[in-house]
């Protein structure tokens, strides 16, 4: 077995490519597309790895301490409603839009007849999550959402808004965002007090309410939930409405018509509302976010009237996912960055990844990273293949009911995972990880959001709930867990395969239990639930591509399911200590640096264990 990759030939994690550093998401993301979009599309998620490595890494740091402003009123008092960004925000927009990030998956690429699907969408977020995890990151987010709703429910009178949000050309488009929360709700959308009444004259509606936490708050078309006359009260009288930064009037205000004025638009080339002031926020600067004041504001309808909530829901399932992607690629850049100071830092005479204990936390950040991956682009796979499913009028029932069950987990556990994973990577760099020019403090400002966006641990458990109890999700689940285990019969994952069967009869007796179990205890047990989930779920995932690896004649992956698992799974007596283990000082070039392993090395060490 040789040594694998050679961090030490890095000063620190930019000004290199993204896409061929990373040998976890190569492997994940080949797997979700088919051979012929994989093809196509690995020379654009290569190009735009080196794009975020290089240019976009270096922008993002400079627009953590010089973000965006706004600048509500202009000298006369008039709303003008204008947010200043600095040139590097702009550049890093047109960089990666212009590389079809999201126009790809919903218009057919120049080359082709079809649209990639929208794994395609969240491999290259990924990528860019690499440098802007939660703050350009959200905008991006945000506009594949709007873009998602408008296609499954838009008549077509909104078309030249759903062109502009998915244009390759950055003059031509437009970004959107989704204004849900308000103050006296937060997550209880049902509380909503925003109305919505129709204008005969105007031919639109008019939005009167606030908005209490709105990021991308200039965003050119906005999508808020507003209750219209004599709707009922809860989730069940809300419609949804796309409402445009510019006076619609004038059409579509693009991003190309915005910098052809001569510093902020005239007054009346906006439309009428209010922001108030930007949230002074512990990260994600690069996306301004602030309240938004609506007072008979210009807005259309989109989809049918007291739709709006399962049309939401829709979006935030793409939502989710992002964030899930996203704490995902925030993992692989802290997780590079602690390699590559690992490998060049020096005490005591020797580079610190010489050393047991770093050793050890290395290994357990890649199995993390590894883990988080695989389950993130495995609930990618079935959210894409029911979209396709959908464009093409076909039914698709089973992989919806297992796609809910896995998003919100997915979302609920990389959210944490990323927290923990930038927050030690801070660690290893010392005093320098708290330092402001260094990233792994952003990383970690950044990461600390998502728990919160698009829904919180408590939110997203009672979602996992609502999946079982409503969508019979057990079922799809059992079958792809049993379908995983059965194919399982390489000698070197014997055991764990055994063991993760043991566990997953468990995770089924708890499944039964708490059908019969009343509500309160339900909810009480529900983020256990979701954990216990997401490790069985990913144990058989990790040994299902395992298998794979060794029949190709490569064991490290092997390795990764097996440490998740005695991990995450085993039963350790004295937590561990008096077991002996050696995994990190004996596997720590295979985990950490991608040295190939040999089959036969882990036969010999299976036959040793017994």
Same mark, same amino acid.
């Not at 949804?240 to 638009?265: E, I």
């Not at 995932?541 to 004649?553: F, H, R, S």
């Not at 995450?568 to 050696?582: K, M, P, V």
């Given at each position: ?17 993204y ?8 492997r ?11 093809a ?6 290569a190009?735009?790895?080196?794009i975020?490595?290089?240019?976009v ?6 627009i ?15 709303? @003008? ?8 925000q ?13 126009a790809d ?6 080359e082709?007849?079809e649209? *990639?699907?929208?794994?395609h ?36 009178s909104l ?24 103050e006296?709700g937060?997550?209880d ?11 005969e004259a105007a031919d ?18 906005? /999508?808020?939930l ?14 949804m ?11 579509? *205000?693009?991003k ?13 080339a ?5 922001y108030r002031r930007?949230?002074d926020?512990?990260g ?11 007072e008979?504001t210009?807005a ?9 909530f399962?049309q ?15 704490a ?11 390699k ?13 990844d @010489?050393?047991p204990?770093m ?6 950040m890649?199995?993390d ?12 796979r ?10 093409e009028?076909?039914?698709?029932e089973?992989?919806?009911?297992l796609?809910?069950l ?11 995972m990323?927290i923990?994973t ?14 402001e020019e ?29 999946a079982?109890?409503r ?23 014997d055991?764990h ?8 009869? @468990? /995770?089924?007796?708890? *499944?039964?239990?708490l059908?019969?179990?009343d ?12 954990n ?14 395992a298998?794979? @690896? ?6 490290? *992956?092997?390795?990764?399911a ?8 085993a ?22 640096r ?5 089959p036969?090395? /882990? ?8």
């Amino acid at each position: 077995m040789g040594d694998g990759r050679d961090y030490s030939q890095f000063q620190e994690g930019r000004h290199l490519n993204y896409w061929a550093v990373d040998e976890t998401a190569q492997r994940e993301i080949e797997r979700v597309y088919d051979a012929e979009d994989f093809a196509y599309a690995e020379p654009k998620l290569a190009e735009l790895g080196a794009i975020i490595g290089n240019t976009v890494a270096d922008n993002a740091d400079y627009i953590d301490t010089h973000g965006p402003e706004l600048h509500t009123y202009d000298k006369h008092g008039n709303v @003008q409603n204008f947010v200043r960004y600095p040139a590097e925000q702009f550049e890093n927009e047109r960089l990666v839009y212009e590389t079809g990030l999201i126009a790809d998956c919903f218009r057919a690429p120049p080359e082709r007849e079809e649209p *990639l699907p929208l794994t395609h969408f969240l491999s290259m977020f990924y990528l860019l999550t690499y440098a802007e995890g939660s703050g350009f990151g959200c905008p991006v987010a945000m506009t594949a959402g709007a873009a998602h709703v408008l296609e499954l429910f838009d008549d077509g009178s909104l078309s030249a808004y759903y062109e502009a949000l998915t244009s390759r050309e950055h003059d031509e488009m437009i970004e959107g965002a989704m204004f849900l929360t308000e103050e006296q709700g937060g997550s209880d959308v049902g509380a909503n007090e925003t109305t919505a009444e129709y204008d005969e004259a105007a031919d639109c509606w008019r939005l009167t309410g606030e908005k209490w936490f709105c990021s991308n708050i200039d965003a050119e078309g906005t /999508l808020a939930l507003a209750r219209t006359p004599d709707a009922p009260d809860g989730t069940e009288g809300l419609s949804m409405f796309l409402v445009p930064h510019g006076d619609p009037d004038d059409g579509v *205000l693009t991003k190309g018509r915005r910098r052809a004025f001569d510093g902020p638009p005239p007054v009346d080339a906006v439309n009428d509302q209010l922001y108030r002031r930007l949230k002074d926020k512990l990260g994600t600067t690069a996306v301004p976010t602030g309240e938004v004041e609506f007072e008979d504001t210009k807005a259309y309808l989109v989809g049918e009237e007291q739709n709006g909530f399962k049309q939401m829901t829709e979006m935030l399932n793409l939502e989710r996912l992002s964030n899930a992607t996203g704490a995902c690629g925030i993992m692989g850049r802290a997780l590079l960055e602690s390699k590559i100071h690992a490998a060049t830092r020096e005490a005591f005479g020797d580079t610190i990844d @010489q050393y047991p204990l770093m050793r050890a936390d290395l290994v357990d950040m890649a199995v993390d990273h590894e883990a988080a991956t695989a389950f993130t682009f495995e609930a990618a796979r079935l959210f894409a293949e029911r979209e396709q499913a959908v464009r093409e009028g076909e039914d698709a029932e089973e992989t919806y009911r297992l796609m809910r069950l896995l998003i919100p987990i997915a979302k609920l556990r990389t959210a944490r995972m990323a927290i923990d994973t930038t927050s030690y990577a801070m660690e290893i760099q010392g005093g320098n990880g708290y330092v402001e020019e260094f990233v792994t403090n952003r990383l970690l400002r950044d990461a600390q959001v998502l728990p919160i966006w698009e829904g919180t641990e408590n939110i997203l458990a009672l979602d996992v709930l609502r999946a079982l109890e409503r969508e019979d999700a057990h079922e799809p689940f059992m079958a792809a867990m049993q379908d995983r285990l059965d194919g399982i019969d390489h000698p070197a994952l014997d055991a764990h395969a055994e063991l993760v069967e043991e566990e997953y009869q @468990q /995770l089924t007796m708890a *499944l039964g239990d708490l059908a019969t179990a009343d509500g309160e205890y339900a909810q009480l047990t529900a983020k256990r639930l979701s954990n216990y989930i997401f490790d069985v779920f990913t144990a058989a995932l990790l040994l299902e591509q395992a298998q794979k @690896q060794l029949a190709d004649g490569e064991g490290r *992956l092997a390795l990764v399911a097996r440490r998740f698992i005695d991990r995450e799974l085993a039963d350790q007596q004295g937590r561990g200590i008096t077991s002996g283990d050696r995994f990190p000082l004996e596997h720590f070039d295979a985990v950490v640096r991608f040295a190939s392993v040999a089959p036969d090395e /882990l036969l010999e060490q299976a036959r040793a264990d017994d």
